[in-house]
Each structure stands twice: as structure tokens, then as C-alpha cells.
């Protein structure tokens, strides 16, 4: 029994040592089962990673804590055109013929493993022997390895070349636009569809585009020319602040309105329209003309603008106000027309001189011998017309060549009895009464007698002219005011008056508002010549159907 009981405990526990084996081979088994998942997801795990890491288009390398190459990604092998075998286990600094022995970033690198730093965007410029001369930004993290216990650093390279290039690029483009803008016409054109083009082929920086828009609406804004763009349909579509500021509006109340409504008041497009002409010649079209509604010269420039399809979309306007050009432009000629004049009353006066010096001197002989009182009246009238006729001529010399005048201490109430007393027998023929009042206290004032008589003369023709063609007759008031700075005389008719647009041109060499071959358009600018040349000043007033009044204000002071 005993020996029974003792094989059953020994079997007993050969049982259970069989069972402890086979659970501690279980265990195993687990373990070593896990120990299989465990390098399997870590295989994984670095095939992925390495995966990413060779599809970065960024250059990589790792180093070791002495800064050797363990190993680069492709992107690294494939922009510097090196292979793995002549760069892993080589020192950084000597990798690529030395091309990255830099102290800077050596110094940079020993700093990332003693303090665990990081340093971003370290800048290098180099020519490297098989790609040439490239920008590239480094950036570099401190890795620490459980395994081994072992320091690393992780070096990223970025080659922002390209990037450089594309903003230098951009900023040389921009500046180009903004002298393009500056120009006229084809320049304007130019500038807007490469805007076009711009915005449409880099949406991606819409940041960029957006910078480069104000630029050039700054500088669309500062051109002092009228810049506007129209469509086919004559619509403004944009405009610049110059255009809408000479319309007293603001520019997006321009927006979207017709150009013919806005500029020359109408329903339609003008005839002669340069945006139609160019719209159907698909030429650039000059025009300059008279715009009254305006009331300016204006110089204007269409250039189309064409579409996708090579079709005309619209064109680009560039209108400048020539008004005071074109009044030198006729001042030119106007001063080229004086000196033909000038050149005339140079014979004229050679001409009449001589006759009018022996009309002069023979009627002063006569004057000085004994003749009838009713002959030396006439005498005398002769006499004093002579002198006159060669006061004119000396006048006309005076108005073109700018010679000096003769000036003496005169009564200007004498002068304007002179010309009285020549006009008497007109003025009572074709009815005009005279009603003089003129001042009794008037100093005598320097001045050339004959000038200011031929003055005086031209303002009473003109005078005795206007009133007996609109009503046969007429009547003329004469005044003269001592002011105590100057005398003032005014000339005040009855006659139809002056147009109100007329009045500022009637000192204007050779404007006439008189019939043709009635009127020379010289005499009312000897006036003003003459009045300006004494120091003082001639001007005209007048409503239409009230008459006019002529006023010479004379310094007393002497000039």
C-alpha cells in the first residue's frame, strides 16, 4: 500500500512538473510570439518611415555625434548627384569636394549635440561642382537613439533656388509694370493684360497678386492723364481718379456708365468716336478735338484690347486736356503773324513816310505864311491829320517790334476832344450824340499822345460801329474820374453788346467779332499793347441787348 501510495504521489507530481513545463513552454511561446509582432510592426514601422523620409522632397542626411554621414535620403543624392557609397561614413564637412566645410555651420551643428539646440533656416549660398551655383536653407534637430544610447542629428536641406529666382523674378516684374503704367497707350495696354495673365496663372499666391493689384491701381491712380477702360458696349469698366475728379464724381459712380453720356452729353456715340474706330480697325486711334461739353481741348488715345480669342474686347483711353497747348500753339502762330506784321509796317513806314513828312512840312509852311482864318483852319486839320497818320504808322511799328514809346506830361481830356473833334462830322452824318463828362481836376499824366489817341480812336469806332448797325443811330457817353491812384475814363454805349463767350477774347490779336472785311481783329489788342505798355490796364464790360462800356484805368504816378 505504501509503495502504491508513494508511485501515485511521484506521478503525481511528474504530472505536475509536466504541466509546469508545458505552461512555461506556453509562456515562451507567447512571448517569443510577441517579441515577432513587436520587430514586425518596428519593421514596419521604419520601412514607413522610411518611405516618407525617401519621398520628402527635401534633402535629409543623418549624422552621428562626430558628424559623419550614417545615411540621405534620395532627394539628397539626387540633387547633389552623389552616390551613398562616397558619402555615408564621410565627415559632413568633406562630403561634395568640401562644399559644406562652412565655420558657421559647423560651429552650428556642435552647438545642436552639446545643448540639444535647434537652429531653422541657416542660409547657403555655393557653387557646387554639379549643379552650379544654388541657395539652400538648413535646419537641424538633435535625435537621441534609446538603442546604443547614441546622439544624432537630423539635418534637413532645403533648395529655395528656384524660389529666389521666381521672386526675384516677380519683383524685376513688377517694377517693369509699374514704369509701364507710366507710359501712354500701348504701354497701359500691356501692363493690364499681363495683370490679366499674372492673376489668372498664380491664384495660388493670391497674397502676391493682390500686393501687385494696389501697386498698379496706385499708379493707375497717380497718372495725371484721363486713363479709363471701356468695353464694346461703351461702358466704362474701370477709371482713374484724375478722369473722375474732372468730372466731380467718384470713380465708382463712373463705373458701368456710357462714355458718350459722360464725356460729350449725348444719347449715342459721337461721330468720329476713337473707341469705335478702334473697335473696328483693332488699331490704336489719336484723335484730338473741341469737347463742349467740357469745354476743353482734348488729345485722346484708344488702344484695344484683345481677348482670348484675338478678339477686340475694349480698349484702353488715355485722354489728356491740351486746352492751354493748344492756346500757345495759337499764340505761336498768332506772334508768327505779328511778325509778318511787324515786317509789313516796316515798308508801310518807309512808304508813307516820306509823302506824310512833306504833307507835314509843306502844310507847316503854309500855316506860317499868311493865309485866309478858313484856310488855316483846314490847314491846320491837314496838319494834324498828317501828324496823326504818322502816329499810327509809329503805333503799328510800336505793336509789332516792341519799340519804346514817346511819352510826355499830357491832358487826357485833351486827348479825347482831339478825337471828338476828329469824329464831328461822322458822329452828326449817322446821328450819334456824344455826352461827355469829364473831370475838370485831372492831372496831367505821362503818355504818348499819339498812342493814346489811336486808343481812344479804336474804342470810339467800334463804339459808333455796333450802334448805328443795329439801330441806325446811337449814343456814347465819355467819363473820366481822377480815383487819386489813376484816372479812369469810360466809354459807354447803347449798342447791341458782346456775347458773353466773346469777351474774353476781344484783346486777342486778330479776333473779330465784326463781319468779314469789316474788321482786322487788330485794333482792340493795339489797345491793350498800348494800355499795358503805360502801366495800366483796359478792360470791357457787357450784357447782350444792354450795350458795352470800355474802361482805361492810366496810372497817375507816371510808368
Known amino acids: ?96 569636394n568640401h562644399q559644406w566645410d562652412i565655420p558657421e555651420l559647423r560651429e552650428l551643428l556642435e552647438h545642436v549635440l552639446l545643448k540639444n539646440s535647434t537652429f531653422d533656416d541657416f542660409k547657403v549660398e555655393h557653387h557646387f561642382p554639379h549643379i552650379g ?85 496706385t499708379t493707375f491712380d497717380s497718372i495725371i492723364d484721363l486713363v479709363s477702360i471701356h468695353d464694346k458696349n461703351f461702358r466704362l469698366t474701370r477709371v482713374n481718379k484724375a478722369l473722375a475728379n474732372s468730372l466731380k464724381m467718384e470713380p465708382a459712380e463712373l463705373i458701368g456708365k456710357t462714355c458718350y453720356k459722360l464725356i460729350h452729353g449725348t444719347n449715342e456715340p459721337v461721330p468720329n468716336c476713337p473707341h469705335m474706330k478702334t473697335l473696328l480697325t483693332k488699331q490704336p486711334v489719336t484723335l484730338e478735338f473741341f469737347e ?62 516820306n509823302p506824310l513828312t512833306s504833307v507835314i512840312g509843306f502844310s507847316q509852311l503854309l500855316l506860317d505864311g499868311e493865309v485866309a482864318d478858313d484856310a488855316k483852319k483846314d490847314l491846320k486839320i491837314i496838319y494834324s491829320e498828317a501828324q496823326r497818320a504818322a502816329g499810327v504808322v509809329r503805333n503799328l511799328l510800336t505793336f509789332a517790334r516792341k519799340h519804346s514809346s514817346l511819352k510826355q506830361l499830357v491832358n487826357i481830356n485833351s486827348i479825347i476832344g482831339k478825337v471828338l473833334e476828329i469824329r464831328a462830322y461822322e458822329q452828326k452824318v449817322n446821328n450819334v450824340h456824344i455826352i461827355t463828362r469829364l473831370a475838370a481836376d485831372l492831372p496831367e499824366i ?88 503805360h502801366g495800366g490796364r483796359i478792360q470791357a464790360e457787357s450784357e447782350l441787348g444792354k450795350g458795352a462800356t470800355f474802361v482805361v484805368e492810366l496810372p497817375i504816378s507816371g510808368y
Open 133 to 217: 551655383w544654388r541657395t539652400m536653407l538648413l535646419n537641424a534637430r538633435r535625435v537621441h537613439k534609446e538603442t546604443g544610447n547614441t546622439q544624432m542629428v537630423l539635418l534637413a536641406i532645403d533648395d529655395i533656388t528656384e524660389r529666389r529666382q521666381v521672386e526675384e523674378k516677380s519683383k524685376i516684374h513688377r517694377e517693369y509694370l509699374r514704369e509701364l503704367v507710366k507710359e501712354r497707350t500701348a504701354e497701359i495696354r500691356t501692363a493690364y493684360e499681363q495683370l490679366q495673365q499674372e492673376i489668372t496663372e498664380r491664384k495660388q499666391t493670391e497674397g502676391k497678386i493682390i500686393q501687385a493689384a494696389e501697386e498698379w491701381r
Open 1 to 96: 500500500m505504501q509503495t502504491a501510495s508513494k508511485a501515485k504521489e511521484a506521478l503525481i507530481e511528474v504530472i505536475e512538473e509536466v504541466k509546469a513545463l508545458s505552461q512555461y513552454a506556453s509562456e515562451k511561446e507567447q512571448v517569443e510570439a510577441n517579441h515577432r509582432r513587436v520587430r514586425l510592426i518596428s519593421q514596419e514601422a521604419r520601412e514607413y518611415a522610411e518611405s516618407i523620409v525617401g519621398t520628402v522632397r527635401e534633402a535629409l542626411v543623418v549624422l552621428d555625434a562626430n558628424l559623419r554621414v550614417i545615411s540621405a535620403n534620395r532627394s539628397f543624392y539626387r540633387t547633389f548627384k552623389v552616390t551613398a557609397r562616397e558619402t555615408e561614413g564621410q565627415f559632413i564637412y568633406e562630403t561634395g
Open 446 to 533: 505821362m503818355v504818348d499822345y499819339f498812342q493814346l489817341q489811336q486808343v481812344f480812336l479804336n474804342i470810339i469806332l467800334n463804339a459808333e460801329h455796333f450802334m448805328i448797325e443795329e439801330h441806325k443811330k446811337g449814343t456814347l457817353i465819355i467819363t473820366t474820374e481822377n480815383t487819386e491812384d489813376t484816372i479812369k475814363v469810360s466809354f459807354i454805349d447803347d449798342g447791341p453788346g458782346i456775347p458773353k463767350e466773346s469777351l474774353g477774347h476781344l484783346f486777342d490779336p486778330f479776333f473779330t467779332t465784326k463781319e468779314v472785311g469789316k474788321g482786322t481783329g487788330l485794333g482792340l489788342s493795339i489797345c491793350h499793347g498800348v494800355i499795358t505798355e
Open 292 to 353: 463742349p461739353h467740357l469745354g476743353v481741348h482734348l488729345e485722346v488715345t484708344t488702344s484695344p484690347i484683345f481677348d482670348e480669342k484675338g478678339e477686340v474686347a475694349g480698349s484702353v483711353h488715355v485722354a489728356r486736356d491740351v486746352t492751354e497747348r493748344r492756346k500757345m500753339e495759337e499764340q505761336l502762330i498768332i506772334t508768327d503773324r505779328l511778325v509778318s506784321v511787324g515786317e509789313l509796317a516796316a515798308g508801310i513806314a518807309h512808304e508813307l513816310n
